[in-house]
């Protein structure tokens, strides 16, 4: 049985460079997942994440961030990672590898925007368990290379996978299917 608001984690990159129209579109996504009614949830970190925190927050949507760190202070200081905007941060201590596994646990569907190694970790986790995936392409990184390593997986589970380059039309698709079907089902699904 399921309670409370549909949480919508974001994973992407938390650093390196970041072009004007990424960071922009990752503003729309958190204002999409606000307006859809949704919670959004991050490792709260810096960069493509929290700018989707910036844009939930713009309409007044709920954010959580799950951080690697045991108090605020290891959060900033060893972390570098920021607490604006974020309404509940959940310490978990399990450092980086550990909260990826907790972030996405957490979360009912799993958002994918640019990404490294830790997003990469953090699509592989969401797939091996059958989340829902929605993969914002154009944003680079991980996201834009999803389909060159979907068929070296060929690991059924039952993960449904939508890939869309508007924000607003991830979220309403992603959000639609998981009221309709909140349990997970084979099938891969494209925009158009």
């Known amino acids: 049985m399921r309670c409370g608001l549909v949480k919508i984690g974001v994973m992407g990159s938390a650093g390196g460079e970041m072009e004007s129209e990424i960071v922009e579109n990752c503003k729309k996504l958190g204002r999409a ?33 799950v951080s690697p760190a045991l108090s605020i202070q290891e959060h900033v200081n060893r972390y570098g990672s920021p607490t604006d905007n974020i309404d509940v941060m959940i310490y978990t201590g399990a450092g980086l590898m550990g909260r990826e596994i907790v972030g996405v646990r957490s979360c009912d569907i799993v958002i994918i925007v640019g990404g490294r190694s830790g997003t990469l970790g953090e699509f592989a986790i969401a797939y091996d368990e059958g989340r829902m995936i929605g993969v914002l392409t154009g ?15 060929e690991k059924p589970t039952g993960s449904r996978i939508f890939f869309d380059d508007n924000p607003d039309s991830l979220i309403k ?14 099938e891969r699904e494209s925009a158009g």
């Open 33 to 65: 997942i606000a307006t859809e009614g949704c919670a959004i949830l991050t490792g709260g970190c810096p960069g493509l994440p929290h700018y989707a925190i910036l844009g939930c927050k713009e309409k007044g949507g709920l954010t959580i961030g």
């Open 139 to 153: 944003t680079g990184g991980v996201a834009d290379n999803v389909d060159n390593f979907l068929p070296i997986i």
């Open 173 to 186: 698709r992603c959000v639609k299917s998981f009221k309709e079907n909140p349990t997970i089902i084979s």
